[in-house]
């Protein structure tokens, strides 16, 4: 029995895979179906239900309603960031684990976060339950089956509040990752069995419930009206939350273009003149996330200005839809406290002087300043603030550390590597280049400007570790790049003619 179990399992699953290769991505159209056509098509339906939960019987995402309850928000929205930034789900088959994860830290770290849980369900039940959704359903009994990628000990009082306890509740477990990698084709047959699935009705809202649509006797694809996807807690404010979720969403900008360009720069561009070098990284970190604070403002009031001003801005499609929270004065709140902590780690055991408090101010205002007057000009005048902008972001740290001579070579091959892209997007007026030689530009700029340093003001300035720890940071950086442009290298074999 179980064998023959199995057996149409993987029948099912082949089929699938095989519907997939025929009809393709571009013909998943057919399945999209309105409200009103997909309630004409649940009254008509004889046989099992498999209704989707989130942003369908419920108007909401239950795994970000739950994580917004964590308290203190403060401290559990930059532990999730930390946990982005170190992207555990690699190692457990990709970004589909990334709400496993989360879960799991907010139940293990704020295991309060369930009691308010339980205590909110009614109330969120109440404001976002699916009320034509739910009357369509109504009385549909044993044959109705709630698969959702929500999580069991979340969705289950949801789905007790939205009075639908009578119906089975087919979710993903927590205790495993299966469940979110391969999706609920295969623990909807693994629980409810090939037969039911392929006699289905199934309704969901999301793309990545093809495989199941796919699988079923009537696949509906509807999105709902009032359903909402709001980020776990973007009503408290966070330094780098606009920047991750709004400005750059999806392309790990804080990792990539903050902490492994900027931040590597500034520790390589000064530290063979720090002492004691682990203070130094330390307070370059808390300096960084200081200016990180005030130019992120500088991205909020970028959008803005677009999204009031220009015709066909070039916005985020979560800027239209996402939701962070963008105070005016809680950056500078921030950014001082975290530039007073910086520059304490850095002069310590010493007392720093006001000076120091006063440059790193006159930094933050003069580029809060200048990024606003950048935002309020002509795009074709901004090809030459743009410049100005970048050299703030690289080399801010020098106004209160002093940077080794190398290290201004290597500031301006970054500032050079950024501009080149952003002039000929600004010039040509058309889609931002292709980047994919970008980091072995700035490392042909690099070996120039250091070269040229070593003329001007001797070989001593460039022969030393300094140098030799950039020039290895931004190999590293174009690694990919140059295997692929060493492999293309070839010899001229005939002549024309």
Not at 95 to 114: G, K
Request: proline share 6%; hydrophobic share 50%.
């Amino acid at each position: 029995m179980l064998v023959q179990e199995q057996s149409e399992s993987d029948s099912l699953l082949h089929l699938v895979r095989e519907r997939t290769a025929t009809v393709g991505d571009n013909d998943d159209s057919r399945y999209d179906f309105s409200p009103e056509a997909a309630i004409e098509r649940i009254a008509t339906h004889d046989g099992p239900l498999l209704v989707d939960l989130d942003e369908s019987l419920y108007l909401s995402n239950s795994t970000e309603d739950f994580i917004n309850l964590a308290r203190p928000a403060l401290l559990a929205i930059f532990l999730l960031q930390l946990l982005d930034l170190a992207e555990p789900w690699r190692l457990t088959g990709g970004v589909s684990t990334r709400d496993v994860w989360r879960v799991r830290l907010v139940r293990f770290l704020f295991p309060w976060t369930m009691w308010r849980w339980h205590r909110a369900v009614p109330a969120l039940a109440e404001k976002f339950a699916n009320r034509p959704l739910l009357e369509a359903l109504e009385g549909r009994g044993s044959q109705l089956h709630i698969v959702t990628q929500g999580f069991a000990p979340i969705v289950a009082p949801l789905v007790a509040s939205l009075g639908l306890a009578g119906a089975r509740l087919i979710s993903a477990r927590l205790n495993r990752f299966s469940d979110r990698r391969h999706g609920k084709l295969q623990y909807a047959i693994e629980l409810l069995g090939p037969d039911v699935v392929r006699q289905s009705l199934v309704l969901t809202d999301s793309l990545q419930d093809m495989p199941l649509l796919r699988a079923c006797a009537t696949p509906l694809r509807t999105v709902w009206p009032g359903a909402r996807f709001c980020h776990a807690l973007s009503d408290t404010y966070f330094p780098g939350l606009y920047l991750a979720r709004i400005k750059r969403p999806g392309k790990h900008y804080l990792r990539h273009a903050v902490l492994q360009e900027d931040y590597v720069l500034w520790i390589l561009g000064s530290v063979a003149l720090a002492a004691p070098p682990i203070g130094h990284v330390l307070g370059l970190f808390l300096l960084l996330s200081s200016f990180w604070a005030v130019y992120e403002r500088g991205y909020v009031d970028n959008d803005k200005i677009a999204a009031n001003y220009e015709t066909k801005p070039a916005l985020s499609a979560e800027f239209y839809t996402a939701s962070v929270s963008t105070p005016r004065w809680q950056p500078w709140i921030w950014a001082a406290a975290l530039g007073v902590i910086g520059i304490l780690v850095l002069r310590w055991p010493a007392t720093p002087p006001w000076q120091d408090y006063g440059k790193w101010l006159l930094v933050l205002a003069a580029t809060h300043l200048f990024f606003k007057f950048y935002n309020r000009v002509t795009k074709r005048s901004r090809i030459w603030l743009y410049p100005v902008l970048q050299l703030a972001r690289t080399s801010a740290f020098a106004a209160l550390v002093p940077m080794v001579p190398i290290g201004a070579a290597a500031i301006l091959a970054q500032i050079q590597m950024r501009w080149v892209p952003y002039y000929m997007y600004r010039v040509r007026g058309a889609n931002w280049p292709d980047e994919r030689h970008l980091c072995t530009f700035r490392v042909v700029s690099f070996l120039m400007l250091a070269v040229l340093l070593g003329i001007a003001a001797g070989w001593h300035t460039i022969l030393n570790w300094t140098t030799l720890g950039l020039l290895a940071w931004t190999v590293v950086l174009a690694r990919r790049e140059l295997k692929s442009l060493i492999a293309s290298f070839a010899w001229i074999k005939t002549r024309p003619g």
